[in-house]
């Protein structure tokens, strides 16, 4: 499809008046007025924003279901518009084929949330030439929201016809006060709005000799500021992907704490409250694991299992929900925020911040291969959950200090330990799962549950341990190999002692 005209109105002028001045008395064509309650739809995190895609919804006055439109962000049409559904909803639930197939790669699994909401006024016309074709369409809008209004002009070309439609209109462009635009009006509005799902803007940017304690804390109050922005989608139940990233940020936060905590003073009482926080909230991400998988196919379970899943799952929700609002929670959040204050008011030292970062690296590095070789080429199930954890640690320390390093060198280890802790990650899961059937046959009285639990344990034939000889087990061998070996080895060389920016 052609690329759009786009045009801003500065005077901000009525529709009326902006038809006045389009108007073409060699064409019969009428405007066609209509209001407008418009909802851009993506996930919480904005996948499909960063994709380079804005998903409209459009719900008219005498319409009960409305549009979904699928622009780049030049405003071109990627995807018929189709009939819609109102948000929120799965990319599986959309019910154009092409329209679900073009989001959700970047979609899935995350639901479709209304990241932006306004109203619109708009008037349209086809446009047509001296030989009375049509070679596009005028699209005048007044956008409302509760911070003001932007009134836009919009010409779509037919193909083959974007030069003769703007030659057409030239006259009226310079007589309206219009500013051209490279981006369409569904971006503007984009950039321009506040929504309910804004992520927490990122965290300052670094050097090697910037002031450690401020550094670290600008760090910890980003994560601090994540988990925040997630709480209301958790206690909603809105995505599953909000008690993850609201994990994610806490494992960070945690990581950092950690490996800084000889600076960072009495850090007992915060350790404290993280971990507890991590345990509260381990069941419900280990049921929405299992059960996401279950959804997509990818593993199956008895009828009366996936039942009792969902049941659990339900009470493990609202059971966080209500810990979420609860006192020990809200006090952890408060001393937090404190302790960060207190942090960031420190006097610079006379340590580097790359050289603190550099040890802190070779420590973690260290530590997750003396992990690993503690085993030959067999790990038992509890040695690998540690083995993840040391790796997911490492990755957390180079992602927050990403920018002090050359960024091909980070970006290599990055993705040596985001491929093993994608594959470990695939074989935990399992074992958590049937972790998980343990505890609840030994505490389960009804027989008939049971039964149930334990011919499921039966079924995953889950072995004592991982043979990494095993031909099922080589990928797993090669990403140990990879991070633990001569060639990790090397490659943080490389990032500590030679990657400086």
């Excluded at 090697?208 to 988990?227: E, K, N, Q, T, Y």
């Excluded at 800084?260 to 694991?289: H, N, P, Q, Y």
Aim: glycine residues 6%; aromatic residues 6%; charged residues 30%.
């Amino acid at each position: 499809m052609p690329r759009p005209l786009h045009f801003v109105c500065q005077d901000g002028p009525t529709l009326a008046a902006l038809e006045q001045r389009f108007a073409l008395a060699a064409t019969n064509a009428r405007w066609q007025r209509e209001g407008i309650r418009r909802c851009l739809l993506d996930s919480a995190d904005r996948r499909l924003r960063d994709a380079g895609m804005l998903l409209v919804h459009d719900l008219a006055e005498d319409d009960d279901r409305g549009t979904l439109t699928l622009f780049d962000l030049a405003g071109r049409q990627l995807v018929a518009p189709s009939a819609g559904c109102q948000p929120p909803c799965r990319s599986a639930a959309l019910a154009d084929a092409r329209l679900r197939a073009a989001v959700a790669p970047a979609l899935r699994p995350r639901t479709l949330l209304a990241v932006r909401r306004w109203e619109v006024e708009r008037s349209l016309r086809p446009w047509l030439n001296g030989d009375d074709k049509i070679i596009g369409e005028l699209v005048l809008e007044r956008h409302a929201w509760a911070g003001g209004t932007l009134v836009t002009v919009t010409a779509r070309p037919l193909r083959g016809y974007r030069r003769e439609l703007r030659a057409a209109l030239a006259p009226a462009f310079a007589a309206a006060d219009l500013e051209p635009q490279a981006l369409a009006a569904n971006t503007l509005l984009d950039a321009r709005l506040a929504g309910e799902w804004d992520r927490p803007p990122p965290p300052g940017t670094l050097t090697s000799d910037a002031p450690v304690a401020p550094a670290i804390a600008g760090r910890l109050a980003h994560f601090r500021a994540v988990m925040q922005a997630n709480e209301a989608g958790i206690r909603d139940d809105l995505d599953i992907e909000f008690l993850h990233d609201f994990r994610v940020a806490l494992r960070r936060a945690r990581s950092l704490v950690q490996a800084f905590e000889s600076m960072l003073g009495d850090v007992a009482a915060l350790k404290e409250g993280f971990a507890w926080l991590s345990r509260e909230t381990s069941s419900l991400r280990d049921l929405d694991v299992w059960l996401d998988a279950l959804d997509d196919g990818s593993t199956r379970v008895a009828p009366e299992l996936h039942a009792h899943l969902r049941a659990r799952r339900r009470r493990e929700q609202a059971r966080l929900a209500r810990l979420l609002g609860g006192r020990r929670y809200q006090r952890l959040q408060r001393d937090w925020g404190a302790w960060l204050e207190r942090l960031a008011a420190q006097e610079p030292g006379a340590t580097s911040l790359r050289a603190l970062v550099d040890k802190a690296i070779r420590r973690r590095h260290r530590r997750l291969c003396r992990r690993r070789h503690q085993h030959d080429r067999v790990l038992p199930p509890a040695a690998l959950h540690e083995i993840r954890k040391d790796a997911k640690k490492l990755r957390y320390l180079l992602d927050a200090f990403a920018p002090l390093y050359a960024r091909k060198r980070a970006r290599h280890l990055i993705g040596v330990l985001k491929r093993l802790q994608t594959i470990a990650g695939a074989i935990c899961d399992r074992w958590a799962h049937a972790g998980l059937l343990v505890a609840w046959h030994d505490a389960a009285k009804d027989d008939a549950l049971r039964a149930l639990f334990a011919a499921e344990l039966e079924h995953l034939a889950l072995p004592a341990a991982l043979d990494l000889d095993a031909p099922d087990n080589a990928r797993l061998a090669r990403a140990l190999d990879a991070m633990c070996g001569p060639d990790g080895l090397d490659s943080l060389h490389r990032l500590c002692d030679k990657g400086r920016r």
